[in-house]
């Protein structure tokens, strides 16, 4: 860490790395054709405590009450997770199958199982990065629910705050000299603009044609010039626990990409997610505002 960096709190972001697989866990107790991504390992990989609290919510009634209760603290969130995660799988499936990428790169991966779930992703390596407790928890649990961590996966710890990605994944066996395909699923938020440049330097190296799919919280919510309907959810989240720091502006996500070679190829609002994944199951949810995907490519 140099001097000018600050010390920042990481534990409360760590304990959210559980929340999106715990909600596609119990989304797993809608019928098929109902559900919009179907994973078998999120109540599996889960600590004991929420795989209880998993059965518990599974119960349609109290899953429906769970889903309400969500959607009273930040109207879209069900639908924004379910949607993200399936968008997200497909484009990683797809750019592994067709040869376009040799290894994923997880970075924040918390207790996401697409590394494990989806067939067509144990053919490349993968690194999935997170907090040294969720590492370790994580670990656990895919030890617990596979009998082992497949060869293909190495569980990499870090604190995106004070280390280099880099240098951390160097010593993991990560060479960086192949097409990666780099996922960054609701992080960005919890990091402060220097650690997101940091990561973008990491990322300004890749390859080209690597590719990277990412989430991030509209800056004009995190300063709190615009809270789209969202203000419980925005005086708990960023007032009260201090937890989302950093926000893009959609209109400028273009040059910050181009700065570090990088161009997105989708740009899309979670409505246009929805749309995709939501309709077709004929369940109906809000969308959440705050919150944009980037699909983009290395020049
Ligand atoms: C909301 S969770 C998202 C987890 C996963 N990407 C998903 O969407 O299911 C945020 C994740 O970012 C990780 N994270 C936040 N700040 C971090 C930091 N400073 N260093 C490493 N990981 C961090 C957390 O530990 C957590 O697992």
Excluded at 31 to 58: C, G, N, T
């Amino acid at each position: 860490m140099t001097q000018t960096q600050e010390k920042f709190d990481t534990k409360p972001a760590a304990q959210t790395g559980v929340v999106p697989t715990f909600m596609v866990a119990v989304e797993q107790s809608f019928s098929s054709e109902q559900r919009v991504i179907h994973d078998d390992l999120a109540l599996k990989i889960m600590p004991s405590l929420y795989q209880w609290l998993i059965k518990l919510f599974q119960k349609p009634a109290l899953r429906d009450w769970l889903i309400n209760i969500s959607e009273k603290q930040a109207a879209g969130i069900w639908s924004a997770m379910m949607c993200r995660k399936r968008y997200i799988d497909d484009k990683v499936v797809v750019a592994v199958s067709d040869g376009q990428v040799a290894s994923i790169v997880n970075l924040g991966a918390g207790f996401d199982t697409r590394l494990y779930r989806l067939p067509a992703l144990s053919a490349v390596p993968v690194w999935e990065v997170d907090q040294p407790g969720n590492i370790k928890s994580k670990g656990k649990g895919v030890k617990k629910a596979l009998e082992a961590i497949p060869a293909h996966v190495t569980l990499v710890p870090i604190n995106f705050m004070e280390q280099d990605v880099s240098d951390v994944l160097r010593t993991q066996g990560y060479a960086g000299d192949n097409k990666t395909f780099f996922i960054w699923e609701a992080v960005s938020q919890y990091l402060t603009e220097a650690a997101v440049r940091r990561t973008f330097e990491f990322l300004s190296k890749a390859p080209a044609g690597s590719q990277l799919t990412f989430t991030y919280v509209r800056k004009d919510f995190i300063e709190g010039k615009n809270l789209y309907g969202l203000e419980k959810f925005y005086t708990e989240v960023i007032i009260k626990n201090k937890q989302w720091l950093f926000g893009f502006d959609p209109e400028e996500v273009d040059n910050f990409l181009s700065e570090y070679g990088w161009r997105f190829m989708e740009h899309l609002g979670y409505d246009e997610l929805a749309e995709r994944y939501m309709k077709p199951t004929g369940r109906e949810l809000p969308s959440m505002m705050i919150e944009r995907m980037v699909y983009a490519t290395k020049m």
